[in-house]
């Protein structure tokens, strides 16, 4: 692809899955419509399960872990790929995240806390993508 705000990781899991065809000419549409259904729902659907099982003892490793994994993928690419989804965004939500699963830990913060990190998460991804040019 020679679009500069493609992710190649994320286009070459969408290829081989079969989510997105790389020979047809309208793969940003494609690709727009997987993160709009796909994607979303699931990031919601994982905060939801994250709320309701706020109060489970080890819902603050797993989560912590999740962002650490994040925050290990992101800090590489953070000042050098520019794609249709921030990284400098959700590598501060990492970092916010994983902040808050250590004070949940601690008992400093209220457990739901973790799942609003990642509702916000949400919806600031999809105001996000309405500013950088899909293609």
Known sequence: MSCPN???RFDAFLFKSGLINPDSPDTAYQRRRVYYTICIMLRLFLAGLVFQLK?????PFIVGLAALLSIINLYP?????RQW???KYQFFISLILLLSCVLVYYKKIRSDVMAFILYASVIGGVVLSFFVKSC
């Open 77 to 81: 690419r953070l000042n050098n790929t």
């Open 55 to 59: 109060d489970h003892e080890y819902i």
């Open 6 to 8: 493609n992710d190649p």
């Open 85 to 87: 989804w921030s990284i």
